[in-house]
C-alpha cells in the first residue's frame, strides 16, 4: 500500500480501525482530540461503536464495559484525562480483559499546558492506579511506528488480557509524517470463552476484581503476576542507533528520541562519538539490554521531557557501574538538538 | 539533500497550508518528510507556523532552531526568524505586509509583495502559495508540477474551485521572482 | 393400589434465581427485588442474551443471586460500562442494578448521560436512603432530619442539603423513556413492582430509550429497626418524599404497553 501523510492522531485513529477495533469512547481534550473527530467519522461509517463520554470516567467504563464483552476497543486521552481513567484502568487490569489506551502526553502537573511533555511516565509505567498492576506501555517516536505499536497494542491486550498504553506527546500526535496502514478488514474476534456475550449453551461468566476472601484475592494477584512476568521474558522491544563505538550513550524515549538522533549527528561531527539507547517498551523496561548496551560506553546521559522519571529506570539498570547524566526539560518545552549537543558536551567535560 | 523549512504568518494566513503542500510535494519525489506545526489554544488571528523538513535521510527532529529557509508572511515572523535561518539560508518575505528591510547579509532574501499579487490574483489568502511559488524559483526544493499534484490530490472536495487560482498563485510568484516585477 | 397424585407447581425458585442463602440482613428488601427480576427474567425468556451490571454498594454481590452474565463495576460507574457493552452489543439486555450513593452521589453524571442519551439500558435503583454497606451514612436521598452515622443530629439541609429525586430529575431527559417509582413493602407494590420492570426490560428491547424503575426500600439494621418498622417507616417518612408513580412514560411506551 502506498505510503500517506497523515497527523499522528489520525494515524492512532486509522491504525486502530485497521487493527479491528470494534469500539471507541473519548472526551475532548488537546492535544489528542483530532482522534475523537477522526473516529467520529469513520467508526459510525463502518458500523462500529463511538461515543463521545461524558468524562474521561464514563470514557474509560464505557471502555471497560465494551472489553467485558470481548470486543476490541480503545479510548484515548491526553494527561489529564489519563489521571481520571486510573480507577478505570486498576479494575480493567484486575479483571484481565484487554483494552488500549492512548495517552498522549501534554505539560503538567495540574492544568498545565497543551504542549509536548513525557511527565506521565511514573503514572504510566508504575501503574498509576490503585493495587499491584502493570500495563505494558509502549513509547513509539515516529507516526510510522505508532501505527505499528498501535496495532501491536491491541494484540497483546488481547494476548495477556491486560490494558496497554501507547505513551506519546502533543509533539507525535500533531505532527505529519508518511505512514503505511495495512488492509481495512472487518474486526475478527478470536474465541474469548470468558467475554460477557449472554450464557447461552454455556456456564454464566462473571467478571469481577471484588475478591473479599483474602487468599482468593491473592491468588488473583499470584495470576496477573504471572502474566507480567511472562509479559517481561516476550515483549521487550528497543532500538539502538550507532551504540557500537559511543563513549556516550544517550537514553531516550518518544519524542525526546528523535531529537536526540539528530543531537548524535551533529555531535559526531564534532567529533564526539554518542549513541543512542531508545526503550520501544517503557514497560517492561529493557534493562538487561540496556546494561548490556551502557558496559560498551563511558558514560551515560539520560534525556527526556520531565523532571528525570524514566531516570530512575536507567539507574536500575545500570545501577553504579557507570556515570549518569541527566538533561530534561519540562513544562511543555521542547529542547532543539543543538541544546542537547550541549548536554552531551558537558556530560563528557565532566569525566 | 536536507531543507529545513519555517513557514510562518498570523493564524488565517494559511502558513500551515502552504507547509502541508510542500510537504506531500516532497512525498510524491520520495523523500523523507516532515511537517509539524505550532499549536495553541487560538483559533484564529494568533502566529502560527509550522516546520517542514525535506531529506534524503530518516529524520529526527522535526523542530530545528535554524532552519534553511523561512518564509515570513507578517512582520512578526520576519522578526523572530530572520535572526535564525541558517548561514547561507534563504529568506522569503511577504513584503506586503513587512516594510523594513532585512538585516542579513549571510543570507538570501527574497523579497515579494504577496498580499498585492494575490490580490491581483483574486484572492489575498492565496499570499502563501504565492510566496510558495517565490521560494521554488529561488530554490528547486521540489518542482512546481508536485505542488500542483498535491492541491489536486490534497484540497477536498468541497473546495475544489480553489485548486486552480492556487496553481495561478504558485506560477505568479515564480514569475515575479524570475522577472523581477 | 392407590394412584400416584398429580401435583401441580404453583410456586418455586425462578430459572434466573440462583439456589444460594443471600448475604443480605434479616428484613432487607434487595431479597425481594432480585427475586422479581429473575421472574421477570424467566417471563421473558431473556436469562441467556441477558448481562447484568453489579454496583459498589450492599448489593455488589448481586451477581452471585442472579443467574446471567455479570459484571461488577467500580462504585458509579455502572452506566458508562452497560453503555459500552450495549453500544457493542445492541441484542443483549443490559441492566445496571444500583443503590442511592452508587447512582445519585458517585455516579450522578452517568446516570444524567446515560438517560439523556437515550441508551437502551435498564436501571433498577433501589432508595433505602442510606449507604448500607459502609455502616450508615447519609445518602442522597437521606430525608431532612434523618439521622445516619455522618448526620447525627438529623440531617440538617443548611449543612448538608436536600434530597434528590432522581425520577423526577431524569423524567426531564430526553432520551429517557420510561421511567417509574415503585416499593415492595406488601404484595400489592410487590406486583406492581414486576410490572414496572417488566415494562423497562420491554421498553430497552424494543429500542424505545432508557428506562429506569425506582424501589423505595428499606435497611432495618442501619435505621436501627425490625424489618416490620422499618416498613412502617418507609410509607410513613419515605412515601410522602418520593410519591409513588409514574414520571415519565413516552408515547412510544404506551403504545408498546397497549400492545402487549
Not at chain 2, 72 to 90: F, H, Q, T
Request: proline share 6%; net charge neutral; hydrophobic share 40%.
Amino acid at each position: 500500500m502506498a505510503k500517506v501523510l497523515m497527523k499522528g492522531n489520525e494515524a492512532i485513529a486509522e491504525a486502530a480501525i485497521r487493527a479491528g477495533c470494534e469500539a471507541y469512547f473519548g472526551y475532548p481534550i488537546t492535544p489528542q482530540t483530532e482522534v475523537l473527530e477522526y473516529m467520529s467519522a469513520r467508526m459510525p461509517a463502518l458500523g462500529r461503536a463511538f461515543v463521545q463520554a461524558e468524562s474521561e470516567l464514563g470514557a474509560v467504563n464505557m471502555l471497560y464495559g465494551a472489553a467485558c464483552t470481548g470486543a476490541r476497543a480503545m479510548t484515548t486521552t491526553s494527561s489529564p484525562g489519563f489521571s481520571l481513567m486510573q480507577e478505570g484502568l486498576s479494575y480493567i487490569a484486575c479483571s484481565e480483559v484487554p483494552a488500549v489506551v492512548v495517552n498522549i502526553m501534554r505539560g503538567g502537573p495540574g492544568l498545565g499546558n497543551i504542549q509536548p511533555a513525557q511527565g506521565d511516565y511514573f503514572q504510566m509505567t508504575k501503574g498509576g492506579g490503585h493495587g499491584d498492576y502493570s500495563p505494558i506501555v509502549l513509547a513509539p517516536s515516529t507516526v510510522q511506528e505508532t501505527v505499528d505499536l498501535v496495532i501491536l497494542a491491541f494484540d497483546l491486550a488481547d494476548k495477556y488480557r491486560q490494558p496497554v498504553y501507547v505513551i506519546a506527546d502533543g509533539m507525535i500526535g500533531q505532527m505529519m509524517e508518511p505512514v503505511e496502514l495495512p488492509e481495512l478488514k472487518p474486526p475478527q474476534r478470536p474465541e474469548r470463552p470468558w467475554a460477557l456475550t449472554g450464557a447461552k449453551g454455556r456456564p454464566r461468566n462473571i467478571i469481577t476484581s471484588l475478591q473479599l476472601d483474602p487468599p482468593t484475592l491473592e491468588k488473583v494477584n499470584l495470576r496477573l503476576q504471572e502474566t507480567y512476568k511472562r509479559i517481561r521474558e516476550n515483549e521487550q522491544r528497543h532500538e539502538e542507533y550507532m551504540t557500537d563505538d559511543a563513549d556516550l550513550l544517550v537514553v531516550a524515549y518518544g519524542t525526546a528520541a528523535r531529537i536526540v538522533k539528530t543531537a548524535i549527528a551533529k555531535a559526531r561531527r564534532d567529533g564526539l562519538k554518542a549513541g543512542l539507547f531508545r526503550p520501544i517498551t517503557v514497560n517492561p523496561y529493557p534493562y538487561d539490554t540496556l546494561r548490556k548496551a551502557a558496559e560498551k560506553a563511558k558514560r551515560l546521559l539520560v534525556v527526556e521531557l520531565s523532571a528525570g522519571q524514566m531516570l530512575e529506570d536507567v539507574r536500575l539498570a545500570v545501577m553504579d557501574k557507570r556515570p549518569i547524566h541527566f538533561f530534561g526539560k519540562m513544562g511543555g518545552v521542547v529542547p532543539m538538538p543543538e541544546d542537547v549537543v550541549d548536554a552531551m558536551k558537558k556530560a563528557l567535560a565532566e569525566a | 539533500m536536507h531543507e529545513e523549512v519555517i513557514i510562518s504568518g498570523f493564524g488565517g494566513q494559511g502558513a500551515l497550508f502552504a507547509g502541508q503542500l510542500l510537504t506531500y510535494a516532497g512525498l510524491y519525489e520520495g523523500r523523507q518528510v516532515s511537517w509539524i506545526p505550532s499549536y495553541g489554544p487560538e483559533m484564529r488571528g494568533g502566529t502560527a507556523h509550522c516546520t517542514v523538513i525535506l531529506s534524503d535521510e530518516p529524520i529526527g527532529s522535526p523542530i530545528v532552531r535554524n532552519p534553511t529557509i523561512a518564509i515570513v508572511l507578517n512582520p512578526a515572523s520576519m522578526d523572530k526568524y530572520e535572526p535564525l535561518v541558517a548561514r547561507g539560508g534563504i529568506l522569503v518575505v511577504n513584503t506586503s505586509l513587512v516594510r523594513r528591510p532585512a538585516q542579513r547579509s549571510d543570507i538570501t532574501v527574497v523579497r515579494v509583495p504577496a498580499n498585492d499579487l494575490a490580490y491581483e490574483l483574486g484572492n489575498v489568502r492565496m499570499a502563501n502559495v504565492v510566496l510558495l511559488g517565490a521560494l521554488l524559483a529561488t530554490k528547486p526544493i521540489v518542482s512546481p508540477d508536485s505542488v500542483k499534484r498535491a492541491m489536486e490530490e490534497e484540497i477536498p472536495a468541497h473546495r475544489k474551485h480553489i485548486i486552480e487560482p492556487n496553481k495561478r498563485a504558485l506560477e505568479r510568484g515564480m514569475q515575479y521572482v524570475a522577472e523581477g516585477r | 393400589m392407590s394412584e400416584a397424585k398429580e401435583e401441580k407447581i404453583v410456586f418455586q425458585r425462578p430459572k434466573a434465581l440462583c439456589d444460594v442463602v443471600t448475604h443480605y440482613c434479616p428484613g432487607c428488601l434487595h431479597g425481594v427485588v432480585h427475586r422479581v427480576i429473575a421472574e421477570v427474567i424467566d417471563d421473558l425468556g431473556i436469562q441467556e442474551i441477558t448481562v447484568g451490571i453489579a454496583p459498589v454498594g450492599c448489593s455488589v454481590l448481586a451477581y452471585n443471586y442472579i443467574a446471567t452474565d455479570f459484571a461488577e463495576a467500580a462504585h458509579g460507574r455502572a452506566l458508562a460500562m452497560a453503555t459500552g457493552m450495549k453500544r457493542v452489543h445492541p441484542e443483549l439486555v443490559v441492566f445496571t442494578y444500583q443503590g442511592d450513593g452508587d447512582l445519585a452521589a458517585i455516579g450522578t453524571n452517568e446516570l444524567i448521560h446515560a438517560a439523556t442519551r437515550g441508551e437502551n439500558i435498564t436501571t433498577i435503583f433501589i432508595n433505602n436512603a442510606i449507604y448500607g454497606m459502609t455502616g450508615g451514612q447519609m445518602a442522597p436521598t437521606t430525608l431532612p432530619g434523618q439521622v445516619t452515622t455522618s448526620t447525627p443530629t438529623g440531617r440538617d439541609t443548611k449543612l448538608a442539603g436536600f434530597p434528590i429525586r432522581v425520577c423526577e430529575l431524569v423524567s426531564t431527559l430526553e432520551g429517557s423513556a420510561y421511567i417509574v417509582r415503585r416499593s415492595a413493602y406488601n404484595p400489592s407494590e410487590i406486583r406492581k413492582l414486576k410490572a414496572a420492570i417488566k415494562t423497562a426490560f420491554q421498553v430497552q428491547m424494543a429500542g424505545l430509550g432508557y428506562s429506569l424503575v425506582e424501589v423505595v426500600s428499606n435497611c432495618p439494621t442501619n435505621w436501627g429497626m425490625t424489618p416490620l418498622e422499618s416498613l412502617k417507616w418507609l410509607q410513613e417518612n419515605m412515601l410522602a418524599y418520593y410519591p409513588l408513580g409514574d414520571y415519565k412514560v413516552k408515547d412510544s411506551v404506551k403504545e408498546l404497553m397497549a400492545k402487549k
